[in-house]
């Protein structure tokens, strides 16, 4: 009998191209990467997405200010971030690019069905529009007139749009998330989207009738589709809406869907009514983390300190930079990073903690068993609380557990004084080697979804049952 497997599906959002991936974006997917990776290894049917978000107002600006056509600007930019996927070994299974066929094709299709639920209306709107956030700002929101966040002066715009009936929603998101069966984690981002729910949801424009860089509405090719609303869709699109059924059948609904908590209104209110109205099941899940300072300070263009992952990965690799971002901060909060703490983090925990360990074991495996590893043991430890820390995104807690062993095993050998002993009971010293290559085995497993490579090192040279003069895992930086 075939047995079909579990399927799981995560996402990342797709990346706003309007500028080049920062430590932030790398994050989000890493911490995504890390879940598909794990679900894989227990033998689950994964799709993992991830992509970029093209169109809109900003998008057209930035591009002629680049002095480029709008698709080249984002083409460039695009292409940036899938190098920096590549950097640091995610394992996507797809990239979706909103301004694809495959996704314009999708949009249409669901706009279609968003008329013809009879949740869409025409009518008139004045408002306050920031561009740096591509959304309406109330102006109760405005500091000195301007947007806090971008510190830009809103444009006042007053033109026909297509509403969607987003007030209707209130009661049954409400419902839908306080019996979890739309789950928000962590509890403080859920409280967040309660309170903003209770405040009363106003109806919102899904297009906009000036902006040319977008995807024209099916009934109205006048206007284009406000680009949060299609953006949205990526969801969906990336995996067969409208195109391969069976395909989106057998992913839909997302179990997981990782994100920055700013975007947690849109996730949590929008997309879920969205669904709603077009008889779409919602998500599983949301999982919203929080945001980084560099060394005590706000990112920003201003101060300059934004960084780019590719500095640090050229520097340290991609394990190193997977390792600390989600070692350093509890998933979910907030918190401070910067270099010199991925450098305390990089000798500390990986050259003085398991690459020790590695060498260490290695080295003696060479010296007083001739290399010969070929019957170790099972792990004398039990390490599965690692893996289930993952399963529910607590990496930083799942990582201590992981490094708990690695400080007891350096202790041990610290301990037994292996260089000493072999001298009397070299049979204690074969056992005990074989006991650390099993730990540094089920290590290397438990390790595999945040540090692939490593893992994969480690892994081989046991397997290959004779240990000859590895490489060091990690080089001490000075
Ligand atoms: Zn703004």
Not at 325 to 354: H, M
Not at 400 to 410: G, Y
Request: with cysteine; charged share 30%.
């Amino acid at each position: 009998m075939d047995t079909v497997r579990q399927k799981f599906y995560i996402t990342t959002p797709i990346y706003y191209v309007n500028d080049k991936p920062h430590i932030g974006h790398a994050y989000t997917t890493i911490a995504a990467d890390v879940v598909a990776r794990l679900h894989r290894l227990l033998g689950e049917d994964v799709f993992f997405q991830t992509g970029t978000d093209e169109h809109g107002a900003k998008i057209a600006q930035a591009a002629e200010k680049a002095k480029q056509t709008p698709q080249e600007f984002v083409d460039e930019i695009s292409a940036k971030f899938s190098f920096a996927w590549d950097q640091l070994d995610i394992s996507s299974d797809d990239f979706i690019r909103t301004t694809e066929p495959r996704h314009k094709q999708a949009v249409a299709k669901f706009l279609t069905m968003l008329k013809d639920s009879g949740k869409i209306y025409e009518g008139e709107y004045e408002g306050l529009y920031c561009v740096g956030h591509e959304a309406f700002i109330k102006e109760s929101d405005l500091v000195d007139g301007v947007c806090p966040d971008h510190k830009t002066k809103p444009e006042l715009i007053k033109e026909k749009n297509w509403f969607f009936k987003l007030s209707e929603y209130g009661d049954i998101l409400k419902e839908r998330i306080e019996t979890d069966e739309f789950r928000i984690r962590p509890y403080t981002r859920q409280n967040e989207v309660l309170s903003f729910i209770k405040q009363g949801l106003e109806d919102i424009a899904i297009s906009r009738p000036n902006v040319k860089w977008g995807i024209p509405l099916p009934w109205d090719p006048e206007q284009t589709v406000y680009v949060w609303v299609e953006a949205l869709f990526n969801y969906c699109s990336i995996i067969g809406f409208g195109e391969d059924e069976e395909k989106f059948r057998n992913y839909w609904p997302a179990d997981i869907q990782v994100m920055a908590k700013d975007i947690i209104k849109f996730h949590c209110i929008i997309w879920p009514a969205l669904l709603l109205a077009v008889d779409l099941p919602l998500p599983h899940a949301i999982f919203a983390h929080g945001f980084f300072t560099i060394g005590g300070q706000k990112i920003s263009k201003t101060i300059g300190n934004v960084i780019d992952p590719n500095d640090w990965v050229a520097k340290y690799g991609a394990d190193a930079v997977r390792y600390f971002l989600l070692r350093e901060v509890p998933f979910g909060q907030d918190g401070d990073v910067s270099e010199e703490k991925l450098k305390i983090r990089y000798n500390g925990d990986l050259a003085n903690g398991l690459g020790n360990l590695f060498s260490r074991t290695t080295n003696m495996i060479e010296k007083y068993l001739d290399g010969d590893v070929a019957d170790f043991a099972v792990s004398p430890k039990d390490l599965s609380a690692a893996w289930d820390a993952f399963s529910t995104l607590n990496f930083s807690e799942g990582l201590v557990k992981i490094w708990e062993e690695i400080a007891w095993a350096n202790q041990l050998i610290d301990k037994a004084k292996p260089w000493e002993l072999v001298k009397t009971e070299p049979e204690k010293v074969k056992e005990l080697l074989l006991n650390l290559t099993g730990l540094l085995y089920d290590i290397a497993g438990k390790l595999a979804p945040v540090m692939p490579d490593t893992a994969n090192k480690i892994r081989k040279i046991i397997e290959s049952g004779d240990i000859k003069k590895p490489e060091p895992l990690f080089q001490k930086i000075e």
